[in-house]
Structure formats: structure tokens, C-alpha cells
């Protein structure tokens, strides 16, 4: 990493090849297409209370793969996306952002080319936007209008945990992390770090009372 | 939610969405939330409306709705799709979602009623769950109405009400005739009839009470 003011004094050229070797190593770290997709759809079908035991690509897999992304509001999306970063890997030229489009399009899931998403990703609705250098581990929930990106001038974004659930129309800022299994009220700004197995609600998001906590905690358990 | 109910919510699952056939059977007729849906629209754009038949002339209103507003349009592909739905036409009715989803982010899902007269000012809604939603209620963008973690049970949202820019109501909470909810609330509550609530989780900071109806439709 470079210090904001060799940054400046680099030229443009140079500039942009050194974020492409960023965007280069983090490629290097995101999961495979089958992997990822088997893990997200995992994910989807236990909230409907369905299982799938598969361990590989099948055909059957595959076939379930075609009925949740007409089913499901936002599934077809994400196949988009994890297609788009497999492209990515293998240098393929021009289709990648065409796939971000369509999944813009159908979903309106706006997914920055340096997030690292784990396989295991759900998204009820779609209509979320994720940027910056920021990681999302698996069986991670996010539901709509959620927006997890930047603040002005620094390009680290947050890191979020296992298990962590995302309410509707949060927004998590800048380089924080959000722990293991916490969850984060609808309409909360996350600005600061949240502890694991937390629920954190209001603007700036601030930790429920240990009472209601305890209950959440139970429910959150059970649900991964 | 103890984990009990969580697991039991888990089983009813597949009842729920047997269920699902009864409630289609309760949401309105076509044209009836159609033509509804067109007055509404037309009186806040100030168009007047002059029968309350399927005519030719309201048909064309309907288009010229279609094709100037952000929303009406989605509206119109929703009613249609819980017709399609009821008469058991296979595909189309899921197509249709996804098209309304592509033309003003409006995702409705299956088991929600809308009855007839509702004003979408620019789309980007998301609405599920078991609920319930009555004529004359106006949502702005960005609202979601919508579930808590394990529990089906969605908002009823009762005529006449508002839901603010951003307004999040979720779980089985009722919203009264004529209440208004700010922008960016979270309802997690009943709100009463005639009743402003903002703030999050939501409070009322207004009470107004009027027994008489709205007069003119909201907008």
C-alpha cells in the first residue's frame, strides 16, 4: 500500500496499473463459480426449508440452480455475480461488466469489482449496493436497500463476519468490522466496529440493552 | 422469537404456501384494482377521471399513465400477474414479477393483498410476507414492508395511510386508517388511526383526531 501523498504524485498511467495488480491479488482470493454457487444455494434452500446434500456440480444441483433464479427475487443475480468473477479470473474481456449490468438489472445488486464475497452469500431481495475493499464471509444475510461501501477518501471497506445479518436499508461505512453472528437493525449506520453475537440499531448504531440481546442471540443461533 | 417457534414457523412453512391458493382468492379482480389504481394515480397528477367503467377512454388514460409515470406501470404488470395467477396460467405470472422488478424495482411477493387503489409515487418498493394492504395507501421509494426473522406474519396496513421515503414496517404490526409514517422510520408497533409516527423503532408525535374520511385522495 502506498501513502496518500506518493499517490498523488504518481502518474496516471502508473496509477492505474498498480490498482489493477490490487484488483489482481484480491481476484487471486475469491472463491470459484461451482463452489460459491453450491455454497449460496445451500444457503437459500435451508431458509426454505429444503436441503441439498450434494457435494458437486451435478445436474440435479444445476436444475435447482435454474428454479431458485426463477423462483427467487434476487438469486439470479448473484449467480450473475459470482459468472462475472469467474470471468474476471480467466481474463476474459468485456463480458464481466455486461454481467454486472444484467444483474444490475434484474436485481439491482451493485457489487464492486474489489469485494471479496465467500460462497454463502443471501440475498432475500436484490436492491443492494457493496463496494470498496471489503470482505463479506459466508452465510452473511443481507436484505434490501442495504448499502455497504466507502467513506470519502479512504478506499478500505468494512469486513463482515460470519453469520452476520444485515437489516433492511442499513448502510455499514468505511474500514469497520461487524463480528461473528451479530445482526444490525433496519435503517442503522454502522460507523464504528460491532463485537460478535451483537445487535446494534439507530443511527449511529449503538447496542441494544442485554435483555433483548439475549433473545436475539437465540434466534440468531438457530437460524445458522 | 424462541427457537421453538422458529422451528415450528420452519414446519408451517408448506402449509403456509398451501395457504397461499386462499389468499389469491381474496385479492381484487383486474380491472376493478386497475381502474382504482388509474384514479388514484390520475387525481395526483391532477388528470381528471370521468367514468368509473373499462372504457375506451380509460384505457387510454391507463397507457398514457404507463407511459409517463415512474410506477404505474409496475403496478399494472403486479394486477395483472395476480390474475394471470388466478386463472393458474403457468410462467407468465413470474416473468411479469420479474419485468416489474426491472421497470421500477417494485418486488411484491406472492402471498401479499393489495387492494384495489394504491399509489406507488416512484417504485422501489419491497413488499412480503403475509400482509395485507388496503385502498388509498401511498408507499414512497425505498419503503419495505416486509417480515422479522422467523415469523410470516407481515404489517396490515389499513386505507388511508402513508409510508414515508424509506419507512421500514416490519412484522405483524397494524397501521391505522389515515397514519403517516416519517421518512427512514422503523415501525415495529401498532400505529393508531390518524396517527404520525417517526423515529426508530417508530413513535407517535402526532395524534389528530378526525372521525370523517379523507375527502380528497391522498397524494
Known amino acids: 500500500m502506498l501513502s496518500d501523498n506518493t499517490k498523488k504524485s504518481l502518474d496516471p498511467k502508473l496509477k492505474k496499473r498498480i490498482r489493477r495488480a490490487m484488483l489482481r491479488e484480491r481476484l487471486a482470493e475469491m472463491p470459484g463459480f461451482r463452489k460459491a454457487v453450491l455454497a449460496d444455494l445451500r444457503v437459500l434452500a435451508s431458509s426454505w426449508d429444503e436441503r441439498i446434500d450434494n457435494e458437486t456440480f451435478t445436474a440435479s444441483v444445476i436444475w435447482k440452480t ?9 438469486f439470479l443475480a448473484l449467480v450473475l455475480y459470482r459468472l462475472r468473477v469467474s470471468m474476471m479470473r480467466r481474463r476474459i474481456p468485456f463480458l464481466p461488466r455486461l454481467m454486472d449490468k444484467l444483474s444490475m438489472m434484474v436485481a439491482q445488486v451493485c457489487i464492486g469489482d474489489p469485494v471479496i464475497i465467500y460462497p454463502g452469500l443471501r440475498l432475500p431481495h436484490g436492491q443492494v449496493v457493496i463496494d470498496g475493499a471489503t470482505i463479506i464471509q ?12 466507502l467513506r470519502e477518501g479512504n478506499y478500505q471497506g468494512p469486513t463482515i463476519e460470519r453469520g452476520a445479518s444485515i437489516g433492511t436499508g442499513a448502510r455499514v461505512i468505511g474500514p469497520v468490522t461487524l463480528g461473528r453472528n451479530c445482526s444490525v437493525g433496519a435503517n442503522a449506520v454502522v460507523v464504528k466496529n460491532v463485537p460478535a453475537n451483537t445487535t446494534v440499531v439507530g443511527i449511529p448504531a449503538r447496542p441494544l440493552e442485554k435483555g433483548k440481546q439475549s433473545e436475539n442471540l437465540e434466534q440468531q443461533n438457530d437460524i445458522d | 422469537m424462541t427457537s421453538t417457534e422458529w422451528t415450528r414457523y420452519k414446519q408451517n412453512r408448506r402449509e403456509q404456501l398451501a395457504q397461499l391458493g386462499l389468499r389469491i382468492a381474496e385479492m381484487p ?20 377521471v370521468g367514468d368509473r367503467e373499462f372504457s375506451i377512454r380509460n384505457i387510454r388514460l ?13 403496478l399494472l404488470l403486479y394486477r395483472l400477474r395476480t390474475s394471470l395467477r388466478r386463472r393458474r396460467v403457468p410462467v407468465l405470472p413470474r416473468l411479469l414479477d420479474k419485468l416489474s422488478m426491472m421497470i421500477a424495482q417494485v418486488c411484491i411477493g406472492d402471498p401479499v393483498i393489495i387492494h384495489p387503489g394504491v399509489l406507488l409515487p416512484h417504485g422501489q418498493v419491497v413488499i412480503d410476507g403475509l400482509t395485507v394492504i388496503h385502498s388509498k395507501v401511498v408507499v414512497r421509494p425505498f419503503a419495505a414492508i416486509g417480515l422479522l426473522e422467523g415469523n410470516y406474519q407481515g404489517p396490515t396496513i389499513e386505507s388511508g395511510a402513508m409510508i414515508g421515503l424509506g419507512a421500514k414496517v416490519l412484522g405483524p404490526v397494524t397501521l391505522g386508517q389515515n397514519c403517516k409514517i416519517g421518512a427512514n422510520a422503523v415501525v415495529l408497533a401498532n400505529v393508531g388511526a390518524n396517527a404520525t409516527a417517526v423515529g426508530m423503532p417508530a413513535r407517535t408525535v402526532k395524534q389528530e383526531n378526525r ?4 375527502e380528497k385522495p391522498p397524494g
Open chain 1, 66 to 74: 435454474i428454479v431458485y433464479c426463477w423462483e427467487t427475487d434476487a
Open chain 1, 138 to 149: 459466508s452465510k452473511v444475510r443481507i436484505r434490501p436497500f442495504v448499502t455497504i461501501g
Open chain 2, 29 to 48: 379482480g383486474f380491472r376493478e384494482a386497475v381502474l382504482a389504481d388509474m384514479r388514484i394515480e390520475a387525481a395526483y397528477r391532477g388528470i381528471p
Open chain 2, 62 to 74: 391507463m397507457m398514457f399513465l404507463c407511459w409517463e409515470t415512474d410506477a404505474f406501470f409496475a
Open chain 2, 211 to 214: 372521525n370523517s374520511a379523507r
